[in-house]
C-alpha cells in the first residue's frame, strides 16, 4: 500500500472528524493485515500531517497518540519521526512533541526481534541529538532580550525531557549500544554537546545552567558506565597482597618485575583495594618477610627484594592509570600509615641493624615515587620515632655492616663486574683472577648474586661465569705459570655456578641462544650430571660412563701421583672422567686391591687443587648411593665424607679457603636428601653459610592430608600466609599433586560456615593457588567445579557462605589465569610438576563439536532433556559464544575448560529444576561482573553462550541494564544485538 494512500485515509479522517477509536477501527479496514504501520511508516505519516501549520492539529495529534498507547506503532518509528522535525521556530509544535516523548520515555520497552531492539537504540540515539539541538535552539535565544522569558520556558521544557530520558539507566545502556553501533552519530552528539556548552554561558548561574550541567555530565558518563566501581574503604588488611608479595620475594627473587606487577594490579582490581592502602600492603609485606627469613643467603635476597626489587615495581605500577589521581600522592599516604606501625618497623631495624625505613624512602626518591620534601618529611618522622624506640648499637652488633647498605653498594658493583667479564679474558687473566678472589670473600659472592638476582642480572652474570668456563678449555701452549691461573678460573666459575643453580634455581643458567650442538661444557654436566631436588639420577647413565683411556689415566694419575698436575689438562674432560675413576677406585676398595690410606690420598688428590673435582665426584656418589641396599653404602658414605673434608695443608692453590666454603655448601646441598634417606650424618665443616632454609618441613609420621588442612587452619586463624607456612604448601602441592592439592583446600573452604571466614578463606587460598595458579585453576574448573554442580547429593555443600566464596576464588582464578596464561612462561619451581597435558582436557572435552561430551552427558544425567543435551544434532547457536567469533584457539587446555564451563552454567540456569547449585552459578556470575573492566573482549565472558544472556536477565539479581552490558561482548554486532534484546525486554 502506497504512502499516498494513507496520506489520503488522514486527510478522509481529518475532514469527516472522526474519533481517535473510530480512525483506528478504519484504518484497520483500509489497510488488510500484511503489512505493518511500522513498514507503513504511520507515525512519521502522522507526525508530517500534524505539523504542517505554525500549531500542531490536535485531531491528528490525537490520532498519533491513540496509535502510540494501542502499540500500532513502535515507540522507535515515533522517535525517529520526531527526530527529523527541525523547525523550532515554531514554539507549539516542539511543545507538543516533547509531550508525545512523555507517554513512553521513562519505560521505553520492546518485546521483538533483535533487529528491532537495535532500531530502537538507533531511534533513541537520534532522539538524544534532537533534544540536543532544540536544547541549545533555544539556549542561543535568550541572549535576545524581548525573546528571553518564552525561550527560557522552552529551553526548560527541553531540559526536563533530557533529564527524564537520561535518569534512566536502561536508556542509557540502549545509548552505549547505539553509540558501538553507529560511532558517527556518537560524534554529532559530542559536537551538539560543544554547541550547547557554549550558549550554557548565557544562562549565569540559573537553576536551568545547573540542570543543563546535569545532563550534560550524564550524557558524558555513557562511554563509561561501565567502569566505575567503588573502592572497599571499610577494610585495612589485604591478605591476598601480603602472600603475593611473600611469596615472590620468597620463591621468585629472579623473576621478571612485569608478572608480578600484573598480578598485582589484577588482586587490586578484583577486590577494589584503595592505592595508598595497597601500596602500604605491599611494604608491610616486604617488612614481615625481613623480619621472618632465616639469617644467611635469605635475608640477603629479602634484603634485595624490598629495596631493590619492589622499588622498581612501583615504578611500573605507577605507568598504569590512575585516573585523576597522582600516585606519588599514594605512596607518600602508604608510607604515612607504615610509619604509625611503630613496632613492625622497630624490628626490622633491630633485624637489619639500620634505619630502613629512611634507605627504603631514599631508594623510593631516587625512583621518582616520592618528592624530596615528602621524603625528608617522612624521614624526620621516623627519626623522631626512633628516639623512643630500644637502640640498635650494642657491642656484639657494632662493628657488623647492616645487609641493606651493602646491598645497595652491591648493585652497582654488579655493572662494573659484568663490564669486567666482557673484556677479553687471554689477556690478563691474573687481573680476572684477581676480581674473581675479591668476590669470593666473605658473604660478598652472595651480596652480589641477590642483588643482580634483584635487578633483573643474574641471568647475564651466569652466561658470563659460563663463557669464561669454556674459555678455560683453551690449553694449546700453555706453559707452566699460566697452568694454575686457567685451573683456578675454572674452579671459580665452576663453583660459582652451582652455588647459583642451587640457591636461585638452574633455568637461571641455561641459554636459549646456544647455536645448535655447542652447548656449554656446565650447561651438559648440570642437566645431566647435578642432584637437585626433584630429580633422580641414574649413576650408569652414560653420561658418567666417558672414554675409557681417559678413565684409566685419570685413576693412575690420582693413586700415583704426590699432587694433581695442572699443566695443559683438559679440566672438563677431567670433571666429566672423575664419576668413572671414583666407581673404578670404589671397586678397588672393596675388593681389598686398595687399602684407607691409598684412599685417602686419591681424595686428598681429588680436592686438593681443584675443588670442582670433589664436586663431580660427590656428585655421582649421591645417585650410586641411592641405588645401593643398606649394607652396601658404608663406603661411599666414606668417601663422601673424605670428599666434604677440607685439606688444610700449605701446597694448595690461592683463594683455597674461600673455595673451599663454597664447596662445602654445594655439597650439602646435593647431600641433603640422600643422608635424610640413609640416615647418615656428615659434619660438614662451618662454612659461615646459612644450611639449607626451608628444607625438610613436613613432620615426620604424619599424613600429608592432615598436615595440609593443620597448616591452613592456622594460617586462617592467623589471617596472613608466613613464609614457612607457604614452602609448607609449595612441598605438599608437589607431593599430592595438583588434584589433590586442589581438592582438599575446596572441602576445607566448603567446611567453613561463618561469613567473615569464608572471605578470609578465599583471599588466602587465592595467594596460595599463586604457587602454580595455571594448573590449579584447570583442576578447579574442569574437574572439581563440574562434579559439584552435576553431582546433587553435593549440591547441599554450595549454600551461602561457602558456596558464594567458592564462586568467588573459582572467577579469581579464572581472570588471573587468562589475563597471564598466553604470556607468563612456568617458574622453575613449577615445572618440576608434573604438567597437565592438553590429552588430559581433550578426552573430558572433544574438540570434535557433534560429539557428546563427557561433560554434556554429565549435565544430560541431571536433565529431563537429556536427548536434546548429549544428542549430535545440539544446535550450534545454544553454544555460540564470542570467543567462537573471537576465533579463540580452542586447543588451550584453559580456553576449552572455560568454554565448558559456561555451557555447564548455562544449561543449569536454562533447567527445570533449581536449587543451589543454580544459587551458585548466579554467585559466579555476579562475582565476574563485579570484577570485570569495561569491554569484555578478552575475558573471560566471551566463553559465554550468548543465549545465556537471556537465562540471566530472568535472575532477579542479575535483572540490571549494566549488567547485560558487562556480560555481553558489545565489539561484536551480535553481542551487541543480543544486548540490545535483553535490555529492551527489561
Known amino acids: 500500500m502506497k504512502v499516498v494512500n494513507l496520506k489520503q485515509a488522514i486527510l478522509q479522517a481529518w475532514k469527516e472528524r472522526w474519533s481517535d477509536y473510530q480512525w483506528a477501527i478504519n484504518m484497520k479496514r483500509f489497510f488488510p493485515r500484511g503489512a505493518t504501520w ?40 515515533v522517535l525517529m519521526a520526531i527526530s527529523k522535525f527541525d523547525d523550532f521556530s515554531r514554539d507549539l509544535c516542539v511543545q507538543s512533541l516533547l509531550e508525545i516523548m512523555d507517554m513512553f520515555c521513562d519505560r521505553l520497552s520492546c518485546h521483538g526481534k533483535a533487529e528491532e531492539c537495535i532500531s530502537l537504540c538507533r531511534a533513541l540515539l537520534s532522539a538524544l541529538t534532537w533534544l540536543l539541538r532544540c536544547a541549545t535552539f533555544y539556549a542561543e535565544k535568550v541572549k535576545d532580550p524581548l525573546e528571553q522569558a518564552a525561550a527560557e520556558n522552552q529551553l526548560k521544557m527541553c531540559l526536563e525531557r533530557l533529564e527524564k530520558v537520561l535518569s534512566s539507566t536502561k536508556n542509557r545502556a540502549l545509548i552505549h549500544i547505539a553509540k558501538l553501533e553507529e560511532t558517527s552519530s556518537w560524534s554529532t552528539v559530542e559536537q551538539s554537546l560543544v554547541k550547547l556548552g557554549e550558549n550554557l554561558n548565557n544562562l549565569g548561574s540559573s537553576p536551568l545552567r545547573s540542570q543543563a550541567d546535569d545532563c550534560v555530565s550524564l550524557i558524558k558518563s555513557i562511554p563509561t558506565m561501565l567502569s566505575v566501581h567503588s573502592e572497599q574503604l571499610n577494610k585495612t588488611g589485604f591478605p591476598t597482597v601480603h602472600a603475593v608479595v611473600l611469596l615472590e620475594g620468597t620463591m621468585n627473587l629472579t623473576g621478571e618485575t612485569q608478572p608480578l606487577v600484573e598480578q598485582l594490579m589484577m588482586v587490586k582490581r578484583m577486590q577494589r583495594i584503595p592505592s595508598p592502602l595497597f601500596v602500604l600492603e605491599i611494604w608491610k609485606a616486604c617488612f614481615v618477610g625481613l623480619i621472618e627469613c632465616p639469617e644467611g643467603t635469605e635475608e640477603l635476597k629479602w634484603t634485595a627484594f624490598t629495596f631493590l626489587k619492589m622499588p622498581q615495581v612501583l615504578v611500573k605500577l605507577k605507568k598504569y592509570p590512575q585516573g585523576d589521581k597522582d600516585f606519588t600522592e599514594d605512596v607518600n599516604c602508604a608510607f604515612e600509615f607504615l610509619l604509625k606501625l611503630t613496632p613492625l618497623l622497630d624490628k626490622a631495624d633491630q633485624r637489619c641493624n639500620c634505619n630502613c625505613m629512611s634507605l627504603l624512602l631514599q631508594e623510593c626518591s631516587k625512583q621518582g615515587l616520592l618528592s624530596e620534601a615528602n621524603m625528608n618529611n617522612l624521614i624526620d618522622k621516623r627519626a623522631a620515632d626512633k628516639e623512643n624506640s630500644p637502640s640498635l648499637k650494642s657491642a656484639e652488633n657494632a662493628n657488623i655492616q647492616p645487609n641493606p647498605g651493602l646491598i645497595l653498594r ?38 652480589l648474586l641477590a642483588a643482580a638476582a634483584a635487578t633483573g642480572k643474574l641471568k647475564s652474570f651466569a652466561r658470563k661465569f659460563v663463557k669464561l668456563n669454556e674459555f678455560t678449555k683453551q690449553i694449546t701452549g700453555e706453559i707452566s705459570k699460566s697452568g694454575p691461573v686457567r685451573a683456578l678460573l675454572f674452579d ?237 604448601f609449595d612441598t605438599l602441592l608437589h607431593m599430592g599433586g595438583v588434584y589433590w592439592f586442589c581438592n582438599n583446600l575446596v572441602k576445607e573452604l566448603l567446611k567453613e560456615t561463618r561469613k567473615e571466614h569464608t572471605l578470609r578463606a578465599v583471599e588466602l587460598l587465592y595467594a596460595i593457588f599463586c604457587l602454580d595458579m595455571q594448573q590449579l585453576t584447570l583442576t578447579l574448573l574442569g574437574h572439581i567445579l563440574p562434579n559439584l554442580l552435576t553431582d546433587s547429593s553435593k549440591w547441599h555443600t554450595l549454600m551461602d557462605p561457602p558456596g558464594k566464596a567458592l564462586a568467588k576464588l573459582s572467577v579469581w582464578c579464572a581472570l588471573s589465569s587468562y589475563s597471564s596464561h598466553s604470556k607468563v612462561q612456568a617458574s622453575a619451581r613449577q615445572k618440576k610438576r608434573h604438567r597437565e597435558d592438553i590429552e588430559d582436557y581433550i578426552s573430558l572435552f572433544p574438540l570434535d563439536d557433534t560429539q557428546p561430551s563427557k561433560l554434556m552427558r554429565l549435565l544430560s544425567s541431571n536433565e529431563e532433556d537429556s536427548n536434546i543435551l548429549s544428542s549430535p544434532n545440539r544446535s550450534m547457536s545454544s553454544s555460540l559464544s564470542a570467543s567462537q567469533l573471537h576465533t579463540v584457539s580452542m586447543r588451550d587446555p584453559l580456553n576449552r575448560v572455560l568454554a565448558n564451563l559456561f555451557l555447564l552454567i548455562s544449561s543449569i540456569l536454562g533447567a527445570k529444576t533449581a536449587g543451589t547449585h543454580t544459587q551458585f552459578v548466579q554467585w559466579f556470575m555476579e562475582e565476574c561482573v563485579e570484577c570485570l573492566e569495561q569491554g569484555s573482549r578478552g575475558s573471560i565472558l566471551q566463553f559465554m553462550p550468548f543465549t545465556m544472556v537471556s537465562e540471566l536477565v530472568k535472575v532477579s539479581t542479575m535483572s540490571s541494564p549494566k549488567i547485560v552490558l558487562a556480560i555481553t561482548d558489545l565489539s561484536l554486532p551480535l553481542g551487541r544485538r543480543v544486548a540490545a534484546k535483553a535490555i529492551a525486554a527489561l
Open 38 to 77: 511500522d513498514i507503513l511508516n504511520l507515525a512519521e505519516a502522522l507526525l508530517e500531517q500534524a505539523m504542517i501549520g505554525p500549531s500542531p492539529n490536535p485531531l491528528i495529534l490525537s490520532y498519533l497518540k491513540y496509535a502510540i498507547s494501542s502499540q500500532m506503532v513502535s515507540y522507535s518509528t
Open 410 to 447: 652491591a648493585e652497582p658493583t654488579v655493572t662494573n663486574i659484568l663490564k669486567t667479564m666482557d673484556a677479553d679474558h687471554s689477556k690478563s687473566p691474573e687481573g680476572l683472577l684477581g676480581v674473581l678472589g675479591h668476590m669470593l670473600s666473605g658473604k660478598s659472592l652472595d651480596l
Open 492 to 728: 671459580i666459575s665452576f663453583l660459582m655456578l652451582c652455588h647459583v643453580a642451587q640457591t636461585y634455581g638452574s633455568e637461571v643458567i641455561l641459554s636459549d641462544s646456544n647455536p645448535p650442538g655447542e652447548v656449554p661444557f656446565f650447561e651438559t654436566w648440570m642437566l645431566t650430571c647435578m642432584p637437585e631436588e626433584g630429580k633422580i639420577l641414574n649413576p650408569d647413565h652414560p653420561c658418567f660412563r666417558p672414554d675409557s683411556t681417559k678413565v684409566e689415566s685419570l685413576v693412575a694419575l690420582l693413586n700415583n701421583s704426590s699432587e694433581m698436575k695442572l699443566v695443559q689438562m683438559k679440566w672438563h674432560e677431567v670433571c666429566l672422567s672423575i664419576s668413572a675413576a671414583i666407581l673404578e677406585i670404589l671397586n678397588a676398595w672393596e675388593n681389598g686391591v686398595l687399602n684407607f690410606e691409598s684412599i685417602q690420598k686419591i681424595t686428598d688428590n681429588i680436592k686438593g687443587k681443584v675443588c670442582s673435582m670433589a664436586v663431580c665426584a660427590v656428585a655421582w656418589l649421591v645417585a650410586h648411593v641411592r641405588m645401593l641396599g643398606l649394607d652396601e653404602r658404608d663406603k661411599s658414605l666414606q668417601m663422601i665424607r673424605q670428599l666434604a673434608t677440607p685439606l688444610y695443608g700449605e701446597n694448595t692453590l690461592q683463594f683455597y679457603n674461600e673455595r673451599v666454603v663454597i664447596m662445602s655448601s654445594i655439597l650439602e646441598h646435593m647431600c641433603a636428601d640422600v643422608l635424610q634417606q640413609t640416615a647418615t650424618q656428615i659434619k660438614f665443616p662451618s662454612t659461615g653459610m646459612d644450611t639449607i632454609p626451608y628444607w625438610n618441613l613436613l613432620p615426620p609420621k604424619k599424613p600429608i592430608k592432615e598436615v595440609l588442612t593443620s597448616v591452613f587452619t592456622k594460617v586462617l586463624e592467623k589471617g596472613w600466609v608466613d613464609s614457612r607456612s607457604i614452602h609448607i
